[in-house]
């Protein structure tokens, strides 16, 4: 089974004293939670970024690190261009909000608060209504390793029929689909969308998302071609899995979509 929080990978630099992201360590809990706060709003405007907003549907979460039943979230019906550090919203695993001004968003809690609560090794998670996930998400079956983006995801998604196109606002609906997240990162949820979680970092999550995302518009294309395409192997899939498709893989493949950011929108800090 794929190691779901290790911090190194085969793309490590083998030379000393090179410039290269190295996962941060805190000492308290303030500093760990700014940070999980930043990341999350960096995740937020990277949704925007590329145009994975709907209305005010999609709901990103993190927990925070010293209370792990209480998880920070983007604010209901705020554009995920306009999220920032002081509108996010501390909430409960009840949909209690505990800290912010705004409301939840009662599919985000539905959905989110019953994987965190069940599984106390998801620290993050992501959820947004898009065209080609949603699209594909209409053909109930899971991703065909077309190609090494896709074979990160090989034996590491599943595809839940569970509540499948029914508006997740009451709790039996997270209940659900809550259980379907055992040991992997990512989900598709029939006649819904996809969703996805991480043990490591809200970097992960978004970036797996994001590629997820793409993976389903890229094999829509290609089944659109009407040519059957050329699957990579179950082991080169494995292969594939295991050394871009992890989790550090993930935060590290974020790394520059944040420093982008931050340096182009530094409202979102505020």
């Known amino acids: 089974m794929l190691d ?21 360590e805190f000492d308290n809990f303030e500093a760990d939670r700014l940070h999980r706060k930043q990341r999350l709003v960096a995740a937020c405007r990277a949704f925007a970024m590329e145009k994975l907003d709907y209305g005010f549907a999609g709901h990103l979460t993190i927990r925070d690190p010293e209370h792990p039943e209480l998880y920070w979230t983007n604010p209901m019906c705020v554009h995920f261009a306009q999220v920032k550090v002081s509108n996010l919203i501390l909430a409960d695993h009840k949909g209690r909000v505990v800290e912010g001004n705004y409301a ?61 196109g029914q508006v997740a606002v009451e709790e039996s609906a997270g209940l659900a689909v809550c259980d379907w997240f055992k040991g992997v990162k990512a989900a598709i949820h029939q006649n819904h969308g996809l969703l996805t ?14 590629a997820l995302e793409r993976c389903c518009r890229q094999q829509l294309l290609v089944e659109a071609s009407g040519h059957k395409p050329v699957m990579v192997s179950p082991e080169r899939s494995r292969y594939s899995r295991e050394h871009v498709g992890s989790e550090y ?11 982008h950011l931050a340096a182009t929108q530094p409202d979102m800090f505020n």
């Open 197 to 210: 979680a991480s043990r490591h970092s809200i970097e992960a999550a978004a970036f797996w998302f994001i």
């Open 249 to 259: 893989i993930g935060w590290l493949h974020f790394q520059p979509i944040y420093e």
């Open 4 to 24: 779901k929080v290790k911090n190194h990978s085969i793309y490590q630099p083998t030379q000393p004293g090179l410039t290269f992201p190295q996962v941060p």
């Open 104 to 164: 939840i968003n009662r599919a985000g809690f539905v959905l989110h608060a019953a994987v965190h609560e069940a599984h106390p090794d998801i620290v993050a998670m992501c959820h947004a209504h898009t065209v080609y996930g949603t699209a594909f998400a209409a053909l109930g079956r899971p991703l065909d390793p077309i190609s090494q983006d896709a074979a990160a995801f090989f034996e590491d998604h599943v595809v839940i029929k569970d509540e499948a």
